[in-house]
Antibody
Framework: QVQLVESGGGVVQPGTSLRLSCAAS????????MHWVRQAPGKGLEWVAV????????YYADSVKGRFTISRDDSKNTLGLQMNSLRADDTAVYFC??????????????WGQGTLVTVSS | QSALTQPASVSGSPGQSITIPCTGT?????????VSWYQHHPGEAPKLMIF???KRPSRVSSRFSGSKSGNMASLTISGLQAGDDGDYYC??????????FGGGTKLTVL
């Protein structure tokens, strides 16, 4: 069955960096676009970024553009999110999600359980 | 990036029907049939309930249905059950090459 397992979360200071990973299994990872979505404490879900199945297309929310980089390693079935210049308002649970079909359709049919990132001094 | 607009909460009794509206703009909901709905219970992974406005994944009950008119999409749940409670989010593709979520609606089954 499809499994997505996020890792890499933790407590970091403002201005520092952190890299999240999402290990995928149970499907042909290289055939799917992937998204990152986050949820700040007590808040709703917020879309963060998408990468196309071939890695050629990457788009970001304005709130993270220029600071976060989404990537994929199909040889390791892994999705990544490099987060730089972290701010307190980046504190959230970060979910990776598989996109079914064309990435614009935003059909997130499988999600991980999430990993918590806390940015605090 | 402003979010799509949803009511903060809705409620209904078992057996009743409820509708959750989701209002966007001509740059997102009004322009594309790329509206999805997700159910989320805190601490769990969100679950896809509706995609492309009105299509249901095979594992989702037919009690869940979606529609769209102009810049507004809606999720209707008929025959409410206790397990339907939780947070519901709408999403849409936006013409800035982004995906936008609604603020979320907490459904309480009385």
């Amino acid at each position: 069955q499809v499994q997505l397992v996020e890792s890499g979360g933790g407590v970091v200071q403002p201005g520092t960096s952190l890299r999240l990973s999402c290990a995928a299994s149970g499907f042909t990872f290289s055939g799917y676009s992937m998204h990152w979505v986050r949820q700040a404490p007590g808040k709703g879900l917020e879309w963060v970024a998408v990468i196309s199945f071939d890695g050629n297309i990457k788009y970001y929310a304005d709130s993270v553009k220029g600071r976060f980089t989404i990537s994929r390693d199909d040889s390791k079935n892994t999705l990544g999110l490099q987060m730089n210049s972290l701010r307190a308002d980046d504190t959230a649970v970060y979910f990776c999600a598989r996109s079914s079909g064309y990435y614009k359709k935003g059909i997130l049919d499988h999600w991980g359980q999430g990993t918590l990132v806390t940015v605090s001094s | 990036q402003s979010a799509l607009t949803q009511p903060a909460s809705v409620s209904g009794s078992p057996g009743q029907s409820i509708t959750i509206p989701c209002t966007g703009t001509s740059s997102d909901i009004g322009a594309y049939d790329y509206v999805s709905w997700y159910q989320h219970h805190p601490g769990e992974a969100p679950k896809l309930m509706i995609f492309e406005v009105s299509k249901r994944p095979s594992r989702v009950s037919s009690r869940f249905s979606g529609s769209k008119s102009g810049n507004m999409a809606s999720l209707t749940i008929s025959g409410l059950q206790a397990g339907d409670d939780g947070d519901y989010y709408c999403t849409s593709y936006r013409d800035t090459n982004t995906v936008v979520f609604g603020g979320g609606t907490k459904l309480t089954v009385l």
